[in-house]
């Protein structure tokens, strides 16, 4: 089992920051994939971006070039900076893990991840 840990939610207005971080413990995989998604009230869950075992990134195109996502390996954290938020970026930021590699489509589906977080909601004010 693996669980994850999400901090670093909370209200901001237009144009500001938050950085937000998921804490991995328990059987922590050498292999793990871990990424991030949003639910805004009435959505689905939607892919927002995700940090391969090797340290590869990649970012959904509606977050591109204002959030960056990162691993520290060693204490197997990811962290999810984001910048220039938009009202549009409220929602609820679940963190997502997997032991198993991902290829194409499934990187961006929930149903590839094995293990969530409980969640951290983040409130962009106009």
């Known amino acids: 089992q693996v669980q994850l840990v999400e901090s670093g939610g909370g209200l901001v207005q237009a144009g500001g920051s938050l950085t937000l971080s998921c804490a991995a413990s328990g059987r922590t995989f050498s292999s793990l994939v871990q990424g991030w998604f949003r639910q805004a009230p009435g959505k689905e869950r939607e892919f927002v971006a995700g940090v391969a075992a090797n340290g590869y990134s990649y970012l959904a195109d509606s977050v591109q070039g204002r959030f960056t996502v990162y691993k520290d390996a060693i204490k197997n954290t990811v962290f999810l900076q984001m910048a220039s938020l938009e009202p549009e970026d409220t929602a609820i930021y679940y963190c997502?893990?997997?032991?198993?590699?991902?290829?194409?489509?499934?990187?961006?589906?929930?149903?590839?991840?094995?293990?969530w977080g409980q969640g951290t909601q983040v409130t962009v004010s106009s």
């Open positions: 997502a893990a997997t032991p198993n590699f991902l290829r194409g489509s499934s990187t961006f589906t929930p149903d590839s991840y094995d293990y």
